[in-house]
T-cell receptor
Framework: ETGVTQTPRHLVMGMTNKKSLKCEQH?????MYWYKQSAKKPLELMFV???????ENNSVPSRFSPECPNSSHLFLHLHTLQPEDSALYLC????????????FGNGTRLTVT | RKEVEQDPGPFNVPEGATVAFNCTYS??????FFWYRQDCRKEPKLLMS???SGNEDGRFTAQLNRASQYISLLIRDSKLSDSATYLC????????????????FGQGTTLQVKP
């Protein structure tokens, strides 16, 4: 059982498609995150929302567009992606506290063709 | 210099061995430290927090050395199921003006336990 649920688990899309990744957390947290993990590379932070306000945008290209309608849901809207965007996209949540660890969802494995 | 550095390995050890990983961090103001475990093609999962006095959870022992700015993870009596990548995570600043801690991940150390 996971307190952070991501859908879909796998996604294959063409470069002209538009798709969205969804994340939902049931842990009562008020901070949510998007990370990208490419093969053989460390986790790259993309976006952070705290109390539904975006507090971090880590120089991510505009073809990635996050949305946080409430503290339990987070979306990542994708459009005109490139093949190098193929990666594992991980959602995470935490309490809004300096010392809180992250709880990850099981990720969406994205392939851009 | 990377904010959090780990030896990527892989560490290949026989079952029953004791293995230790180190991780160094650059920000002396860092306050919280964690070890995560990530299995192949899966999400990272929190293994344990690291406390100033050191802490133990079964076969796993975590230590913090603030003076030298490193943390360590010791695994005793290695099991085949311990094979995974172990991520060192450090936090000490906030995201913008929020109260949310900024976690910095190391690249991970891969452990392969052989029968």
């Amino acid at each position: 059982e996971t307190g952070v649920t991501q859908t879909p688990r796998h996604l294959v899309m063409g470069m002209t498609n538009k798709k969205s990744l969804k994340c939902e957390q049931h842990l009562g947290h008020n901070a949510m995150y998007w990370y990208k993990q490419s093969a053989k590379k460390p986790l790259e932070l993309m976006f952070v929302y705290s109390l539904e306000e975006r507090v971090e945008n880590n120089s991510v290209p505009s073809r990635f567009s996050p949305e946080c309608p409430n503290s339990s849901h987070l979306f990542l809207h994708l459009h005109t992606l490139q093949p190098e965007d193929s990666a594992l996209y991980l959602c995470a949540s935490s309490s809004s506290s300096l010392n809180s660890p992250l709880h990850f969802g099981n990720g969406t494995r994205l392939t851009v063709t | 210099r990377k904010e959090v550095e780990q030896d990527p390995g892989p560490f290949n050890v026989p079952e029953g061995a004791t293995v230790a990983f180190n991780c160094t961090y650059s920000n002396s103001a860092s306050q919280s430290f964690f070890w995560y475990r990530q299995d192949c093609r899966k999400e990272p999962k929190l293994l344990m927090s690291v406390y100033s006095s050191g802490n133990e959870d079964g076969r796993f022992t975590a230590q913090l050395n603030r003076a030298s700015q490193y943390i360590s993870l010791l695994i005793r009596d290695s099991k085949l199921s311990d094979s995974a990548t172990y991520l060192c995570v450090v936090t000490g600043t906030h995201h913008g003006s929020s109260n949310t801690g900024k976690l910095i991940f190391g690249q991970g150390t891969t452990l392969q336990v052989k029968p």
